[in-house]
């Protein structure tokens, strides 16, 4: 147990006793918003973003412990599609991919969206059936989604070994024309820009240490590293650790925290023309635009808050990458790095209010949430301005994990965790 935990638990057990408010209610802080963000994400940015144009709420500060986008945010392999199972997840993923199309031009910065194609491979037949079940529901949702016979994919992506006797044999895909990549750090950039230019406050180097609560339980600001800082709302946009803030307030999230690993090789000249994904062998491939392929692994298997990941995690992604496209057998690997991933049991996010009044939450996004960036940030400012979801997100409550109204999207998170 932290220092800090251990502090929350004591406040907890004073709480309602006589002179409980003197001892723990802090004095009154310095500067007071009407909303603090706490994490600054694209998400978290992007929500300041969003509350400040689309509900005219500019007294907001954005706290980040680290520099913008440091995140998950920039650490991710960028990719993007809509091509979940559920209705709600079409809702909500698909709100996102049609802000996607527009971005560069809402925020006037280029975050460079490309929607060159997703290609999720299939390598047994419970592959096949899976996601042709996805295609069907997809295509009832207005979601693209296409099959693609084993030689189709090869002509969608030469690279591609599609022979027989391959160790993970290539039995079709599932393509997604309007899925794509776009440039991670660009979009926290560009949401701080637009969001600062409406008046919020960014503040970096700034980690919130506690959550502070009045007498009858309902938010009144932040501790920090520098000060206390006065707020009606806090929003907790911090993945990975939404736990640990969480827990300042009094609230336990149904979330588990894990290493996830990406890596980029050299730069070579434009070769691999789309993304490809393949959740079986755990790997999955585009190149940037300066050239590198991007690659990215699965979760480790243990719990942790460190920002690297197990070797041997990274040498089966590699060996993978090298039975799919053989071509790739002589890359040389330049930089690996991790990030910590939150994961709730049925792999769907939480964008919800919380017990506590004037508390919201954006988290659970797992290995999947830099492509719902703008469709999240939007959503949970209409949350947290009017203290109700959208209905985009109301079935995406903290309330579904006691209520039992899962979406469990495990399958289509794409990524083995
Ligand atoms: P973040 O960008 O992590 O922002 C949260 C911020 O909160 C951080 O900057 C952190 O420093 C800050 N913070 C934490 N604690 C505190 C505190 N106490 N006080 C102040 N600030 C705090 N998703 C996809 O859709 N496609 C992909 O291809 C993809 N690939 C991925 C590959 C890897 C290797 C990883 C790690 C993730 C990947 N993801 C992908 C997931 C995606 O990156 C995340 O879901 C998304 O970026 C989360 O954005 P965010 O703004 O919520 O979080
Ligand atoms: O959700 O598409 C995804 C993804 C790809 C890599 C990591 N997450």
């Not at 960028?78 to 031009?105: C, F, M, P, V």
């Not at 949401?191 to 009144?220: F, H, M, W």
């Not at 930089?335 to 939150?342: P, S």
Request: charged letters at 20%; a positive charge; hydrophobic letters at 35%.
């Amino acid at each position: 147990m932290t220092p800090f935990n251990a502090l929350t638990l004591a406040k907890e057990a004073l709480r309602g006793q006589k002179g409980w408010e003197k001892q723990w209610t802090n004095p009154e802080p310095k500067s007071k918003y009407d909303v603090i963000i706490i994490g600054a994400g694209g998400h978290g940015l992007g929500t300041a973003y969003y509350l400040a144009k689309e509900h005219g709420i500019t007294n907001i500060a954005v706290l980040e412990k680290g520099w913008l986008g440091g995140g998950n945010t920039g650490r991710n392999t960028t990719i993007i599609r809509s091509n979940y199972l559920y209705d709600e997840s079409a809702g909500l993923y698909n709100h996102s991919l049609n802000l996607w199309k527009t971005l560069s031009q809402e925020l006037n910065y280029n975050v460079m969206f490309s929607p060159r194609g997703v290609m999720m491979l299939a390598h047994s037949v419970h592959d096949v059936q899976s996601a042709q079940r996805h295609i069907h529901a997809n295509r009832l949702n207005g979601v693209d989604n296409q099959w693609l016979t084993p030689q189709q994919a090869k002509e969608y992506c030469p690279p591609l070994d599609i022979s027989k006797d391959s160790r993970y044999p290539v039995m079709g895909a599932a393509l997604q024309r309007s899925g794509g990549t776009a440039r991670h750090d660009a979009v926290a950039w560009g949401y701080a820009r637009k969001a600062s230019a409406l008046g919020v406050d960014i503040i970096q180097n700034c980690e919130v240490t506690g959550i502070n609560r009045s007498p009858d339980g309902k938010v009144t600001g932040v501790e920090t590293n520098r000060g206390t800082i006065g707020a009606k709302k806090v929003g907790v946009v911090a993945a990975g650790h939404t736990s640990v803030l969480m827990e300042m307030a009094g609230v336990r999230m149904p979330l588990e925290s894990y290493p996830l690993q990406a890596l980029v090789s050299e730069p070579v000249k434009p070769c691999f023309p789309c993304v490809v994904m393949s959740n079986a062998v755990h790997a999955y491939i585009s190149q940037s635009d300066k050239g590198e392929l991007v690659i990215g692994a699965g979760t480790d298997q243990y719990l942790s808050y460190s920002q690297t990941g197990s070797m041997h995690i990274l040498q089966h992604t590699l060996d993978a990458i090298v039975e799919l496209y053989p071509m790739f057998s002589r890359m040389k690997m330049l930089r690996t790095w991790g990030g910590i991933v939150d994961v709730t049991p049925d792999r769907s996010p939480i964008l919800s209010k919380t017990p506590v009044g004037g508390l919201y939450v954006n988290c659970g996004w797992g290995t999947g949430g830099f492509k719902a960036t703008p469709g999240s940030a939007n959503v949970f400012a209409h949350t947290i301005a009017n203290d109700a979801p959208h209905k985009i997100n109301e079935g995406f409550t903290l309330d579904r994990f006691r209520s039992g109204r899962l979406i469990d999207e495990a399958a289509a998170a794409a990524v083995a965790h």
